[in-house]
């Protein structure tokens, strides 16, 4: 497994994602993804950026019953993306079913990543909205646990759980983590954040970095810097 380095195009359109990405000329970095810019064009945007040779990650989150999540993932196991995503609160039986739907003939399958909880939910609320008992770290780890149980390649968590998720789930357990900030940046709305370096250093197999490379005066310098932090 590479380790890599995922810029996050969160962009609302076409055109500024293009223009976005003619600025790395030969470079073809990793990309995500969202719902934003999915929404707003639609499938067409994946075989765009494709065509253009980036891996691609489709972050989609997506959380159904497991007949609707299998029959959406055979859709998108078309777009021939690298990685996409689901919320393991769907059930093991979902993810099972996602695991089928996005399963090719031919056998092979892009990654298959589970968000855990939410980052922008708190124990509070978790505890008092979603009933959902337990320290947030344990809620956490059950997750992936359960992701990991029903063949799932591996997570989104804060670079910070990163270690732990290895630990728990196996070294081959993909970590795929937000919440990255060079240490001389802004850190923006993030809490916990880590440099791509201390990513490195703690395990984080992917780092998504979307604002210190989108934001930047100069994109590209500063996609080479993360990849000089952390890959190199
Ligand atoms: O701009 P920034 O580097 O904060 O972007 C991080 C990206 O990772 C965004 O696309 C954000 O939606 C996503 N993300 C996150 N925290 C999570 C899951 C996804 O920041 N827990």
Redesign the pocket.
Known sequence: MGKDVII?C?FSSREDTLAFLDKFEGRKPFV?I?MELYYAEGPAIVRDIKARGHKIFL?LKLHDIPNTVKKAMAVLSRLDVDMTNLHAAGTKAMMEAAIEGLTKPDGSRPMLIA?TQ???TDEERMHNELLIQGAMPEVVMHYAQNAAAAGLDGV?C?PLEAGVVHEKCGKNFVTVT???RFADGDI???KRVMTPAEAKKIGSDYI?????I?AAEDPVAAYERCVAEFVD
């Open positions: 996050a969160d995500k969202g972050d968000v939410l980052t922008s989104v804060s937000p919440g990255v923006g709305d993030q998504v970095v979307g604002r210190p989108t």
